[in-house]
């Protein structure tokens, strides 16, 4: 039973990638037979990019049955790294096929949950077109829950109006999405590093495949490896992880609409930061309790989150683990009150939990974990992202190209950053309260 529809905004890094990483087992919806080709599978996706080049290695490559080609939305020129020419020009002109290719897609659903947008924030697309689909959502399916993946750029982006794209898109990811998980391509990259460095036989008693990160399925798919197909993987395994609920059964399922739910307290924090664990396969798959433990420890280390941040240094307002594999409740339950001491909650929300538990592991894996944090510490993130937006801004640099957009003008970027800044203020104020105790409120009086 299909639960969900993916809105495949642009990845503009290796779009392609994000789908090579299907699990190879029978679910509801379908079985994924990997001798060269697919079977029975068929992605509820709309693929939308202004260039052509990424869709067009899609419908070339093994994975081609896999996608409706009349769900792909393309142009030739492309956005020129501007948000306005995305949001703006784009929107406008591709409005109405969008939002038919988006009722086509839900209509095919048995039971729709969710929608998931997949994008980057440095590009124009991404940034601009990206986030006029998040409001085109929330205009035609106001009561469907929101979930948006969202890729940072990193300081050292190629995209010099990145910070302006990055953050004229934030203040549409804060008005319109119900979550927003954001990932680094810094940290993918440091993660893609570290797991090369160690199968080069950097950590002495760890032995680790050769092309190690996590790949799921990948019989008869797998050719030679593209520069970012490692970084794409460790994300489109984070997906993979997000759904299992909806494709798998388990013990405690989690539906997607939960996850908004009961990780957001606040409408506008609902920045989720994740974590997954295994990023690599042990050459002893045979996972032993020690190793169990080990991985929900794993998933509060800065080495294994997708955002480069420090939780155990801020706040938690609430956390989500997503359990897969052969795990019972008793495990999960006897990790939670071992890490409880070293990870501090809000002080009304001691007990803001999530779990949920999938009986099928990963391909290759015993098992593995997902969390996802309501932390204080994505403030780091956009302050860093205020900063470098401060510096384009102040000078009035590359402004022009986005005021000659139609519709586009210069209350858009005060606007923004007026919305960054708020956003971080609220991050701000949560975490002055750490340590302190909320006195209990007076009781109240009957009158007489």
């Given at each position: 039973m299909t639960q969900s529809v993916v809105v495949q905004g642009v990845y503009d890094d290796a779009l392609s990638s994000f789908f090579r990483n299907v699990d190879s087992r029978k679910s509801d919806g379908g079985a994924c037979g990997f001798g060269g080709r697919i079977q029975h599978l068929k992605a509820r996706a709309v693929l939308v990019d202004m260039e052509e080049g990424v869709v067009n290695e899609i419908l070339q490559g093994p994975l081609s049955e896999v996608f409706d080609s009349t769900q792909l939305l393309t142009d030739v020129s492309g956005s020129g790294n501007n948000w306005a020419v995305g949001h703006m020009s784009y929107g406008s002109v591709y409005r109405e096929q969008i939002v038919d290719k988006l009722r086509k897609a839900a209509e095919h659903c048995d039971c729709l949950q969710c929608f998931f947008l997949i994008h980057s924030m440095g590009g124009g697309t991404g940034s601009g077109l990206g986030t006029r689909v998040l409001s085109l959502l929330e205009e035609e399916f106001p009561e469907v829950c929101r979930i948006v993946t969202s890729v940072y750029p990193s300081p050292e982006d190629d995209v010099i109006t990145s910070p302006y794209n990055s953050v004229l898109a934030m203040k549409e990811l804060s008005e319109h999405a119900d979550c927003v998980i954001p990932v680094e391509n810094q940290s993918l990259v440091d993660i893609v590093n570290k797991i090369k460095h160690m199968s080069d036989g950097g950590k002495p008693g760890l032995t680790i495949r050769k092309d190690s990160s996590i790949i799921?399925?990948?019989?008869?798919?797998?050719?030679?490896?593209k520069p970012f197909d490692a970084m794409n993987n460790i994300v489109a395994n984070l997906l993979l992880n997000i759904t299992s609920s909806a494709r798998f059964e388990g013990s405690l399922n989690m539906d997607l609409n939960e996850i908004?739910?009961?990780?957001?307290?606040?409408?506008?924090?609902?920045?989720?930061?994740?974590?997954?664990?295994?990023?690599?396969?042990?050459?002893?798959?045979?996972?032993?309790?020690?190793?169990?433990?080990?991985?929900?420890?794993?998933?509060?280390?800065?080495?294994?989150?997708?955002?480069?941040?420090n939780p155990k240094h801020s706040l938690y307002l609430a956390c989500a683990l997503m359990v897969r594999g052969n795990v019972q409740v008793s495990d999960l339950r006897r990790n939670i009150e071992r890490l409880r001491p070293s990870l501090p909650f809000v002080s009304w929300n001691q007990e803001g939990w999530k779990t949920g538990l999938c009986s099928v592991p990963p391909v290759g894996h015993s098992h593995s974990l997902l969390a996802l944090a309501n932390n204080t510490c994505v403030k780091s993130t956009f302050l860093d992202l205020k900063e470098r937006f401060t510096k384009l801004y102040r000078k009035k640099a590359h402004l022009h190209h986005y005021l000659h957009v139609e519709g586009m003008e210069q209350s858009c970027f005060s606007e923004a950053i007026t919305s960054l800044s708020s956003l971080i203020e609220e991050y701000h104020h949560l975490d002055a309260t750490k340590g302190k105790l909320i006195p209990d409120a007076p009781r109240l009086s009957i009158a007489r």
């Open positions: 799921s399925g990948q019989g008869g798919l797998r050719g030679a490896e908004a739910m009961n990780l957001v307290p606040f409408p506008r924090l609902h920045y989720l930061v994740p974590s997954l664990t295994p990023l690599y396969t042990l050459a002893d798959v045979s996972v032993p309790t020690r190793r169990l433990d080990q991985m929900f420890s794993d998933a509060f280390s800065k080495d294994h989150q997708l955002l480069r941040a």
